[in-house]
């Protein structure tokens, strides 16, 4: 059979005057369809009538059309798996439309795991609609030089602060990082978002990540040569591509080179500081690329801007044993855009039970006084962070709520500088309450984790403060607080350090202890050990203990983990 161009007669108004005439027929979603050999005649026929005049791409290396934007009327033109191109009205039609079409016309089964994924993509599609990337800035030839210095200057040199790292917008989207195995829909679910992009994202780009690198060592290699190999290449490349590609989408996301794992940090980061949106799918979590992989060290920056700058999702569906799929991204979400909307409604109907018990409001008492949970469903609580902390509670009323919910929902949290630093005390009191009863804990943040109890200014003042006493101490110095400052020296950024604060109760503590911000010890050892135990309750190990998931055990593991809780809770509440 001969591949069909489908268009919309509300949009296209064709002559007929032409040998195309006979090829048209009327299908079930009242859009005509036409031969591909017929659309060409169609555009090069003298007597062809067009409403308005396409402007079409053709790509003659792989035979395929690029997406082009036709006018005011139409704003989007695709070719699908099957060879059909569509014509859409608007700009409204996105990868949850598609979805839904592809599954009408039985291209698809319609699977709810699978769905919530393509609602992710949707959400990023909203985003990009609206967002309008900054202007590409290509950095001077003489800025990219090394610094020279005088032979005396060579041998005292001490060296200085690191340069700082590049600036990232605060309006670029949050890009997705899509993990699965094979045969987990990566591949279709990269095609329905890349082929409904926005009309506004004209410059756009699909490669494999491997042909990518590949470009970017010869590019780099080029550079070198004809500037030395003490130039630094990576922000010259990167204005190049970005140029090219407001959106960058990329298959089969790995690293396994060394040379890759050096400077993809670098790479990831500049590109993201002249707004590009990267959206990449893999076979691994971030936290398993590069394993056991040379000077692994040095990479693990790398994993951790991929965490904080991109949206990760789970591709493997995991049901429980309700069979309903546990959504695929991690109960911690930031900032505070339109994602974090559905990033809490979802975690909210997972872990409670809309169908036994729909949400609604909920009333306790504590000592004679009332606490109004907004929205309760069955053993699951959810409220903004001023319904939570900015009213007058503290520790007698999370202990009563620990009593009666497994896992609470708390959206809209703020950074906390020293100025609410009684927000962050109450916080924390809950945090620890929510610590103690093993319970589960979903967060819509402003700011990153590392970032929640101190500002970003805050930290970089410490860190400089405890590298200071630090070397003042020199040998007296303790062996965390030798170890934050290696970490400091390490990594010149603010969120690598930190997050390795949170992972060592120790490194924070010495961190911590040794800035002015805190009242005493005391104080500092409660907001260490909050970052330290957010880190522990965002684990897939915390999250996933007692969900009932049917490869864990189902409801026979829900229920012994409910018993073993219950009896704990008893012994500590």
């Known amino acids: 059979m001969r591949s069909?161009?489908?268009?919309?007669?509300?949009t296209i108004l064709l002559g007929i005057d032409s040998p195309a005439g006979s090829h048209l027929l009327l299908n079930n979603r009242r859009q005509h369809q036409i031969c591909v050999s017929c659309w060409y005649r169609l555009l090069g026929h003298r007597r062809c009538l067009l409403s308005t005049k396409p402007s079409i791409s053709f790509n003659k290396k792989s035979s395929a059309f690029k997406p082009y934007k036709i006018s005011d009327q139409v704003n989007h033109v695709r070719l699908s798996s099957r060879g059909l191109a569509t014509v859409h009205e608007g700009s409204s039609w996105g990868p949850l439309e598609e979805y839904d079409e592809r599954v009408h016309s039985r291209r698809l089964r319609d699977d709810e795991h699978q769905r919530t994924i393509v609602e992710h993509l949707q959400d990023?599609?909203?985003?990009?609609?609206?967002?309008?990337?900054?202007?590409?800035?290509?950095?001077?030839?003489?800025?990219?030089?090394?610094?020279r210095r005088s032979f005396l200057g060579s041998i005292f040199h001490r060296p200085g602060k690191k340069t700082s790292t590049p600036v990232i917008p605060d309006n670029l989207p949050k890009g997705l990082y899509m993990y699965g195995d094979v045969g987990s829909g990566k591949t279709m679910l990269m095609d329905l978002f890349y082929e409904t992009l926005p009309p506004n994202f004209i410059s756009k780009t699909r490669i494999h990540f491997h042909n990518f690198m590949q470009d970017v060592h010869k590019r780099l290699h080029k550079m070198k040569m004809e500037h030395g190999n003490d130039f630094d290449a990576v922000p010259f490349i990167t204005a190049d591509i970005a140029e090219t590609a407001s959106v960058l989408c990329f298959d089969e996301f790995q690293c396994t080179d060394v040379a890759d794992a050096m400077i993809l940090r670098r790479l990831l980061e500049s590109l993201m500081s002249h707004?590009?949106?990267?959206?990449?799918?893999?076979?691994?979590h971030p936290d398993d690329l590069y394993k056991n992989g040379i000077q692994r060290a040095s990479f693990i920056p790398c994993i951790n801007l991929l965490k904080t700058r991109l949206r990760v999702l789970n591709l493997d569906s995991t049901t429980d044993y309700r069979k309903l799929p546990r959504p695929p991204s991690g109960v911690?979400?930031?900032?505070?855009?339109?994602?974090a909307v559905s990033h809490a409604n979802k975690w909210f109907q997972f872990l409670g039970d809309f169908k036994n018990d729909p949400p609604h409001p909920a009333h306790h008492t504590v000592w004679g006084r009332d606490i109004t949970v907004p929205l309760a469903s069955s053993k699951a609580a959810k409220f903004t962070f001023d319904e939570?902390?900015?009213?007058?509670?503290?520790?007698?009323?999370?202990?009563?709520?620990?009593?009666?919910?497994?896992?609470?929902?708390?959206?809209?949290?703020?950074g906390m500088t020293i100025r609410q630093r009684d927000w962050a005390r109450r916080f924390i009191t809950f945090i620890d309450a929510v610590y103690e009863s093993r319970a589960k804990i979903v967060l819509t943040t402003a700011v990153p984790l590392s970032q929640l109890f101190m500002s970003k200014d805050e930290i970089d003042a410490t860190l400089d403060q405890m590298s200071q006493t630090t070397k003042e101490k020199g040998s007296q110095a303790g062996a965390d607080e030798k170890n934050a400052a290696q970490a400091v020296h390490d990594h010149s950024d603010v969120d690598d350090t930190m997050r390795l604060m949170m992972d060592d109760l120790g490194m924070s503590m010495a961190m911590l202890k040794s800035s002015n911000l805190f009242s005493g010890d005391e104080e500092a050892f409660a907001f260490a050990r909050a970052l330290s135990r957010l880190t522990e309750m965002g684990s897939q190990e915390w999250v996933e203990r007692g969900l009932g998931l049917e490869h864990k055990g189902g409801i026979q593991e829900m229920q012994g983990w409910q018993r073993v809780r219950s009896r704990w809770r008893e012994d500590s509440l």
């Open 4 to 10: 069909r161009l489908a268009v919309s007669t509300k």
């Open 332 to 339: 911690y979400h930031h900032p505070l855009d339109k994602a």
């Open 275 to 284: 707004g590009v949106v990267l959206v990449t799918t893999s076979n691994r």
């Open 388 to 414: 939570l902390i900015g009213r007058a509670t503290g520790a007698a009323d999370y202990l009563e709520l620990m009593r009666s919910y497994d896992a609470f929902i708390v959206t809209d949290v703020p």
């Open 124 to 147: 990023l599609h909203d985003m990009l609609r609206e967002y309008k990337p900054v202007q590409v800035v290509h950095p001077s030839l003489a800025s990219l030089q090394p610094t």
